[in-house]
Structures are given as structure tokens and as C-alpha cells.
């Protein structure tokens, strides 16, 4: 990834003010990355684009590996999503989407959203590469949305990439 390129993504996000200023350590104990996942580099995008209630969905705070309760364990007691047990409540998730877009969500400032994304490494992960992070909003984008790299940070941690 470039900074300046633009590339279409699905996957977590969160909002800016909580993960601004971050070093990789710090970043994956926030996010729940496995310590050392960062260690190849990553690069933090912005979300260009608000999604629309049917782009993403509620996955709870990040120490919720998945979006589920006890995600990172290989039998959590109950496996419903955020989301899912938004809806097994009752909610209405699609005005709660609409509530979230119009009054959290944002694509400049502090509350914009963005992702995290780790430079490969080749390896393949399991839910044990994803602990309890330290509890911050996070939501699943499940279509494929237009971001930003607004940064890139080497291996390391040595530099940003120029």
C-alpha cells in the first residue's frame, strides 16, 4: 500500500480519536492484533465514503474478537455477533444503523473512520491471533468500501513510509 492510494476494502473499523498517535504495541493491545502483528509494518486508512445501514454491521468493542463474547476462545458460550443479539433483543438494528451514521460516523475529523491494516506476513491466522482488545467501538464493514491510506509505517516502526 501506498500513502495516497485509494483501494476498496471490507473489514473492521473504528474511529479515528482512539487509535491517532498509536505505536504498533499500543495499536494491537487497542485493536486485539496478537502482540507483534504490527511488527512488519501497517498502514492506517480513511474511509472516504459513509456507509449505508446494509454496508456494515454492529460488532460490539474490540474485546470482542469477532463481534462474539469470548470470540478468541475456541468455544465461546455464545456465539452470536453485536448484532445479532441486537436483533434477538428486538432492536431495530436498521434505525440504530441510520441513528450511528447520522450522529457517530464520519469521513474527516476526529471521528472518521478507519482501519488498521497489518503488511502481510504470510502467515495463516486463527481466533487465537485475535485476544480481547482494550474495549474500543468496532464495526464490520461487509461491503467492500472506498478508503484512503493516509499512512504507512515501515517495519519495525523505524519510519513512515514516504
Same mark, same amino acid.
Given at each position: 500500500?501506498?500513502?495516497?492510494?485509494?483501494?476498496?476494502?471490507?473489514?473492521?473499523?473504528?474511529?479515528?480519536? /482512539?487509535?491517532?498517535?498509536?505505536? %504498533?504495541?499500543?495499536?494491537?493491545?487497542?485493536? %486485539? /492484533?496478537?502482540?507483534?502483528?504490527? $511488527?512488519?509494518?501497517?498502514?492506517?486508512?480513511?474511509?472516504?465514503?459513509?456507509?449505508?445501514?446494509?454496508?456494515?454491521?454492529?460488532? +460490539?468493542?474490540?474485546?470482542?474478537?469477532?463481534?462474539?463474547?469470548?470470540?478468541?476462545?475456541? $468455544? &465461546?458460550?455464545?456465539?452470536?455477533?453485536? @448484532?445479532?443479539?441486537? @436483533?434477538?433483543?428486538?432492536?431495530?438494528?436498521?434505525?440504530?444503523?441510520?441513528?450511528?451514521?447520522?450522529?457517530? /460516523?464520519?469521513?474527516?475529523?476526529?471521528?472518521?473512520?478507519?482501519?488498521?491494516?497489518? $503488511? &502481510?506476513?504470510?502467515?495463516?491466522?486463527? $481466533?487465537?491471533?485475535?485476544?480481547? +482488545?482494550? %474495549?474500543?467501538?468496532?464495526?464490520?464493514?461487509?461491503?467492500?468500501? &472506498? /478508503?484512503? *491510506?493516509?499512512?504507512?509505517?515501515?517495519? +519495525? @516502526? *523505524?519510519?513512515?513510509?514516504?
Amino acid at each position: 500500500m501506498k500513502v495516497g492510494e485509494t483501494i476498496k476494502l471490507k473489514g473492521y473499523i473504528t474511529q479515528l480519536h /482512539f487509535v491517532r498517535g498509536r505505536k %504498533g504495541p499500543q495499536l494491537e493491545k487497542l485493536l %486485539g /492484533f496478537k502482540a507483534g502483528r504490527l $511488527n512488519m509494518g501497517w498502514a492506517m486508512l480513511y474511509l472516504t465514503k459513509l456507509p449505508k445501514p446494509s454496508d456494515f454491521q454492529f460488532r +460490539g468493542y474490540t474485546q470482542m474478537s469477532g463481534g462474539v463474547s469470548q470470540g478468541h476462545l475456541d $468455544n &465461546p458460550l455464545d456465539r452470536r455477533t453485536a @448484532e445479532k443479539r441486537l @436483533e434477538d433483543d428486538n432492536y431495530d438494528v436498521v434505525k440504530l444503523k441510520e441513528w450511528i451514521i447520522r450522529d457517530v /460516523f464520519s469521513v474527516s475529523g476526529s471521528k472518521r473512520l478507519v482501519k488498521i491494516v497489518p $503488511n &502481510p506476513d504470510g502467515k495463516r491466522r486463527t $481466533n487465537k491471533d485475535y485476544p480481547p +482488545g482494550k %474495549g474500543i467501538p468496532q464495526w464490520e464493514l461487509i461491503t467492500r468500501m &472506498p /478508503f484512503k *491510506v493516509a499512512a504507512a509505517m515501515l517495519p +519495525g @516502526e *523505524v519510519q513512515w513510509q514516504k
